[in-house]
């Protein structure tokens, strides 16, 4: 797992900012705040943002390029950097490392950069090689680097610790522990959550006096579930346990009156067929495709046109695919590395159709015109626009279409946003409050049909999620 990066800053650069910073604040009234002091500071040519700096390399030739060092515990660390075009061109699939006595790592390269982890031969920093390879042969000749000691590393404390699997692939670490049926709950805790969930069921039904409703709970397991190959050898070696909490939780509210959608089903019939992973979930991100998100949204729409006949769910061919590459998503911006090195290709749907305005002006992505698809959680100030992630009401103004109350994770929001654009009036709960509220169910009711409460509760939880959406049933 990585969980720290040793920073490598110049001196001069230092020196001549601290120096600069003391000229100005020698100027500024007591009481002035020195934002724009430090933001003009390190602008150039007028910009309101900092100077663009190409990456650094440690050590480069005409084959390989070694970015940096990153410390992911005191003895451990990963080397990260990229192979140019020349050596794509030679056939070089991967990277081997040595050093110490006898040390060999070899790994394969993921789009032409590589993440690989190795360990340190003792408590003190070390100096090793790194060789492009074609197969079993070597290409060019081999660059020297220094891997740092670094004692005082550790893991995020904000859950978002990121592990490099096999290949230079890379994934939450949390996954792992998911994976290996490390957290599971014991069986009196699954009965209170099958007990909950029956209850908030039996409550809401009986609110509605009559007219049909439905919870419908999707499951979407995360991309180690679907591809166990992400996984390095040696941190899946001691998987005990067959079960795994997700395969708790689908089964415990499979056994309620609620509608259950298990994705690991329906994705695996996806990969049976000819799909990969990575059709699936996006490489350097950790939320699924937008055709994923499609998936998520046919599955929940076959249980909402049950309900409701005037309901007509898109189907794929409503879409055409495009690709684009982009900047490297939450898995690089976490780790700190270089977005503009770690890149990916993506699939994206392109609608036949016009989405209805209250669904087209909620902001999916940061910032599409410079590439970069990290998922949009936060109200931009600048514009209009309403976060995706963020607590809205979206009113199509069909009041023959069903209303509905959608709770999701992050990776639920693309396929609610379809939803959404399929329905009359739908409250989306801000990402992460998984709290039924029949208060809510309640007043954003089909008033002209005279309702009771609305027509469908959906809840999106990835298997990551699955203590954010549930453990508060065991409170």
Do not use: W
């Not at 000749?141 to 670094?150: I, K, Q, R, V």
């Not at 049926?181 to 007990?195: C, D, E, H, P, R």
């Not at 959406?469 to 065991?474: E, G, P, R």
Request: hydrophobic letters at 35%; proline letters at 4%.
């Amino acid at each position: 797992m990585i969980h720290s990066k040793t920073r490598r800053y110049s001196c001069l650069l230092a020196v001549l900012l601290f120096c600069t910073a003391l000229l100005f604040s020698a100027c500024v009234p007591n009481g002035s705040p020195d934002e724009d002091i430090f933001r003009t500071i390190l602008s150039t040519d007028g910009d309101d943002g900092p100077a663009e700096t190409n990456p650094e390399a440690l050590a480069e030739n005409e084959y390989l390029s070694i970015l940096d060092v990153i410390s992911i515990t005191p003895t451990n660390v990963a080397v990260y950097g990229q192979l140019t075009d020349e050596a794509k061109n030679a056939g070089v699939t991967s990277v081997r490392i040595t050093g110490g006595v006898g040390m060999e790592v070899q790994e394969s390269c993921s789009d032409g950069y590589f993440v690989i982890p190795f360990d340190l031969p003792g408590t003190t920093k070390a100096n090793f090689a790194a060789t492009a390879m074609c197969g079993e042969k070597e290409v060019g000749e081999s660059l020297t680097f220094t891997a740092p000691y670094d004692s005082t590393a550790e893991p995020r404390l904000d859950g978002k610790s990121v592990s490099v699997g096999s290949d230079s692939r890379l994934y939450f670490s949390k996954y792992l522990d998911d994976y290996l049926g490390a957290k599971l709950y014991t069986a009196s805790q699954v009965k209170k959550i099958k007990s909950v969930v029956a209850s908030t069921y039996a409550a809401y039904a009986n609110r509605a006096g009559g007219s049909e409703v439905a919870i419908v709970y999707v499951f979407l397991p995360d991309i180690t579930t679907m591809d166990p190959g992400i996984l390095r050898e040696e941190d899946v070696a001691g998987k005990k346990n067959l079960l795994t909490r997700y395969e708790q939780i689908v089964t415990a509210i499979s056994g309620t009156r609620a509608k259950v959608v298990d994705m690991q089903t329906v994705l695996q019939a996806e990969l049976d067929s000819g799909k990969t992973i990575y059709d699936l979930y996006r490489q350097t991100d950790s939320h699924p495709t937008e055709y994923a998100s499609f998936l998520m949204y046919r599955e929940v729409m076959r249980y909402i046109s049950a309900l409701d006949p005037d309901v007509v769910p898109r189907t794929i061919d409503d879409y055409t695919f495009t690709e684009m590459t982009v900047k490297g998503g939450d898995y690089v911006t976490y780790r700190d590395l270089d977005p503009d090195v770690i890149t990916e290709t993506i699939k994206l749907l392109k609608p036949t159709f016009d989405y209805q305005p209250a669904v087209a002006n909620i902001k999916l992505y940061n910032d599409p015109e410079n590439k970069d698809y990290t998922l949009f959680t936060d109200i931009n100030s600048n514009d209009a626009y309403t976060g995706g992630a963020e607590r809205s009401l979206v009113t199509t103004g069909r009041t023959e279409l069903p209303n509905l109350l959608i709770y999701r994770d992050e990776n639920g929001i693309a396929a609610s946003l379809m939803i959404a654009d399929s329905c009359d009036q739908t409250l989306l709960a801000r990402a992460g409050d998984f709290t039924i509220s029949l208060t809510d169910a309640a007043q954003y009711r089909d008033k002209e049909e005279k309702k009771s409460v609305l027509d469908c509760i959906v809840v999106f939880v990835s298997e990551s999620s699955i203590p954010d959406a549930f453990d508060n049933s065991l409170l």
